[in-house]
């Protein structure tokens, strides 16, 4: 099964972390990185992702000054996944916040079951709540980066606008939703649209061919 990895924010913080320069673990002992993040799903299965990572003051300007492409760091990430394909990376610095974004869309994360869709949710991110009139899923997620920090914060999953029958199964950890069919034009439609066809072209041939008499009794007189 295709799975979203919501733990790409590890990654991506530890890879940070392991290539600063003159960065000792005391100064990082006890601190947080601040994350938030949004998964907005597609109706053919596409997630959609932006991810928020929020450290301290010292770690940002260590980070702003050892880093001049963030996207380069993302594009690892990307490149070293197997169970899916990602598109539209982004990553870019946001100094007022001293906040690092990250985007991409993961293709095909999402399973199409035949009669529902599933997606799979990793342990360590918690179930907090369903807010059913914006069809969207909330989370609590708390996990250690090594030995310095600690990455918290929350996350949202937005369903498509179709979806309905959506639900939360903590015994398998899945998002489980329903789209309606496609509309299939029935065959009454393709009839009527032949048949104007028809129509239109035996009009063009009629015009056609009292053209030409037309023409050719011009020229007799």
């Known amino acids: 099964m295709r799975i979203l990895r919501i733990y790409a924010r590890i990654f991506i913080v530890m890879s940070l972390l392991s ?10 002992a006890g601190e947080e990185i601040r994350f938030d993040g949004s998964y907005t799903i597609a109706p053919n299965g596409d997630v959609s992702t ?17 880093f001049s492409n963030l996207y380069l760091v993302l594009r690892a990430f990307a490149s070293s996944r197997a169970d899916y394909e990602v598109a539209d990376k982004k990553a870019d610095w946001d100094d007022p916040n001293r906040t690092m974004v990250f985007s991409m869309k993961m293709l095909g994360a999402c399973r199409n079951l035949g009669n529902r869709w599933e997606l799979e949710i990793p342990k360590g991110a918690e179930f907090i709540n369903m807010d ?37 199964d903590g015994s398998r950890r899945v998002v489980t939703y ?16 032949i048949s104007a066809i028809i129509l239109i072209l035996a009009g063009a041939a009629m015009a056609a061919v009292s053209f030409r008499m037309k023409t050719e009794e011009v020229r007799v007189e």
Not at 50 to 62: D, E, I, N, R
Not at 178 to 193: D, I
């Open 178 to 193: 329903t789209l309606p069919a496609p509309k299939v034009q029935s065959g009454r439609n393709y009839t009527l649209l």
């Open 50 to 66: 932006s991810v928020k990572l929020t450290p301290p003051m010292v770690l940002y300007q260590k980070l702003r000054e050892s």
């Open 132 to 168: 059913e009139g914006k069809r969207t899923l909330y989370f609590n997620e708390t996990t250690e980066a090594g030995e310095m920090a600690t990455i918290r914060g929350t996350s949202r999953m937005i369903l498509p606008a179709q979806a309905t029958q959506f639900s939360w």
């Open 19 to 28: 290539l600063v320069p003159g960065l000792p673990a005391s100064i990082m």
